[in-house]
């Protein structure tokens, strides 16, 4: 998702995101948890919402870095429900987690595998998850379209590319190799643990990462542009 979609938009890169390399497989992907700190006056998504809506420009979210994942989703989240709120950079969302626990910052938008340990030891308030379907490690997260924001979804994805002009049987190999690997209990038990989904069996082919790779461009760069997210 950093790599391949977001960097293209935001820095000046010495190669194309998309005609310089092969699709393999997507692998596994980890949807955001859109969470807040305790103090916080909202118990649900339409009343974080509505709070920000009376209190423009007064609430803020922490972010891993100007045009990371947790930054786009932000600028996101206030495209979708017309809100304005400040958002304050970190060298990591780790950082940005310590600060949320300890109230500095109000909200952060972050990965559902770093989220999910604060979530359940009551550090912070998780609002939905933005998925189409509630996460299997924690069922009790309702998804955005269940939470009152339909279609505010952003996954961070995992997938395997080689370069472009990669023999075709080589790739048909290495996708093979990944789609037994994903079909193991042990490996698709632990990813689940750590809040992480893995494909259905139909969207693990070459082709469908392609597809895949090309909508989330389509979908996210005119986001990043309109806002002016640049690499600082």
């Known amino acids: 998702m ?79 429900t017309g809100t304005r709120f400040h958002f304050v950079p970190y060298r990591g969302t780790n950082l940005a987690q310590q600060d949320l626990i300890g109230g500095q910052i109000d909200l952060l938008f972050d990965q559902a595998i770093s989220a999910l340990t604060h979530v359940r030891a009551g550090k912070v308030r998780a609002y939905a998850v933005t998925a189409k379907t509630r996460l299997d490690s924690a069922p009790e997260i309702p998804t955005v379209d269940e939470a009152g924001l339909p279609g505010f979804y952003m996954s961070v994805w995992n997938a395997l590319w080689v370069p472009k002009g990669t023999p075709k049987e080589i790739i048909a190999k290495l996708n093979a190799a990944a789609v037994d690997s994903m079909a193991d209990p042990a490996v698709r038990n632990r990813l689940a643990d750590l809040g992480l989904d893995i494909p259905p069996r139909d969207p693990q082919t070459p082709e469908a990462l392609g597809a895949l790779h090309k909508a989330e461009i389509e979908k996210w760069w005119p986001i990043i542009k309109a806002a002016n997210i640049k690499a600082e």
């Open 2 to 80: 950093s790599s391949h979609v977001l960097n293209g938009a935001i820095y000046a890169l010495r190669y194309d995101v998309l005609k310089d390399f092969e699709p393999v497989a997507l692998l596994a992907s980890n949807p955001q948890l859109v969470i807040s700190n305790n103090a916080v006056p909202a118990n649900d998504l339409k009343g974080l919402i509505a709070w920000l809506k009376a209190n423009p420009d007064k609430a803020s979210a922490g972010t891993g870095g100007v045009g990371g994942v947790s930054h786009v989703a932000g600028v996101f989240f206030q495209k979708e």
